[in-house]
């Protein structure tokens, strides 16, 4: 079993910077293709980034690319979501996620996830 971490959510003004941070217990999750997600109020959950497990290939929904940088540091295992140039559009609740081990391509689709972090609150506002 994989339990996600999530961390770094805060308030920040328009333009500002946040950097989130997802740390796995129990195994590690270094083999994983891993996504970022969001949950802004009343809205549906929705894709914002993702990253493969070989770490070779990044995708990014069309509303964060050039302001979002997904990563993962696999010495420190954790994977991050550097947000840049944040706007009040990006208000939400933010989740990690991690695929099952045996996918080596990330994907976009919630419910190829299986593991989940608990979310942090990403404010953005003046």
């Known amino acids: 079993q994989v339990q996600l971490v999530e961390s770094g959510g805060g308030l920040v003004q328009p333009g500002g910077s946040l950097r989130l941070s997802c740390i796995p217990s129990?195994?590690?999750?270094?083999?994983?293709?891993m996504g970022w997600f969001r949950q802004a109020p009343g809205k549906e959950r929705s894709f914002v980034a993702a990253?493969?497990?070989?770490?070779?290939?990044?995708y990014y929904a069309d509303s964060v690319k050039g302001r979002f940088t997904v990563s993962r540091d696999s010495a420190k295992n954790t994977v991050y979501l550097q947000m840049n140039n944040l706007k009040p559009e990006d208000t939400a609740v933010y989740y990690c996620a991690a695929r099952d081990q045996f996918y080596s391509y990330l994907s976009i689709y919630e419910n190829h996830y299986l593991y989940w972090g608990q979310g942090t609150q990403v404010t953005v506002s003046s």
């Open positions: 129990g195994r590690t999750f270094s083999t994983y293709s």
């Open positions: 990253i493969s497990k070989s770490n070779t290939t990044t």
